[in-house]
Nanobody, 128 residues
Framework: EVQVVESGGGSVQTGGSLRLSCVAS????????IGWFRQAPGKEREGVSC????????YVRDPMKGRFTISSDSAKNTVYLQMNSLEPEDKAVYYC?????????????????????WGQGTQVTVSS
C-alpha cells in the first residue's frame, strides 16, 4: 500500500520561505513521478512542480518558476519543495502525489488526474 505524507507547512510573511517535505512509502520511485499541487479556497487544485525519477527531470509551472524548487533525497525517500519569496497568492493547501508511471513530462502537464496516490495536504499561509 502506498502512503504519501506531506509536512512542513506553516505561516510566513510575504517574502518568507518554507520547505515542504513528501515521503511516499510503499512506492517504487524507479520509473515514477512525484508531483506537488496546491488548492486555494474556492479554487481548483493546480499543479506546482514535479519530478520524474526515470530520468531525474524536474518541472515548475511558470507562476512559481524562479521561486520554487523541487528536489529529492533518495536515501530518505523524500521529495522537497523549497518555496522562496512567498506571496499572499501562494496561500493554499499543498498536496504531494505519487504515480508509478513517468507522468511528469512537462510543466504544462502537471495535472491531478495523472497521479494516483495523494497525501492529506499541508497548509501554507502567507500574510502581507
Amino acid at each position: 500500500e502506498v502512503q504519501v505524507v506531506e509536512s512542513g507547512g506553516g505561516s510566513v510573511q510575504t517574502g518568507g520561505s518554507l520547505r515542504l517535505s513528501c515521503v511516499a512509502s510503499g512506492f517504487s520511485a524507479d520509473d515514477g513521478s512525484i508531483g506537488w499541487f496546491r488548492q486555494a479556497p474556492g479554487k481548483e487544485r493546480e499543479g506546482v512542480s514535479c519530478i520524474n525519477f526515470s530520468d531525474g527531470t524536474t518541472y515548475v509551472r511558470d507562476p512559481m518558476k524562479g521561486r520554487f524548487t523541487i528536489s529529492s533525497d533518495s536515501a530518505k525517500n523524500t521529495v522537497y519543495l523549497q518555496m522562496n519569496s512567498l506571496e499572499p497568492e501562494d496561500k493554499a493547501v499543498y498536496y504531494c502525489a505519487a504515480e508509478a508511471l513517468d507522468t511528469c513530462r512537462s510543466a504544462a502537464t502537471i495535472l491531478p488526474i495523472g497521479y494516483d496516490y495523494w497525501g492529506q495536504g499541508t497548509q501554507v499561509t502567507v500574510s502581507s
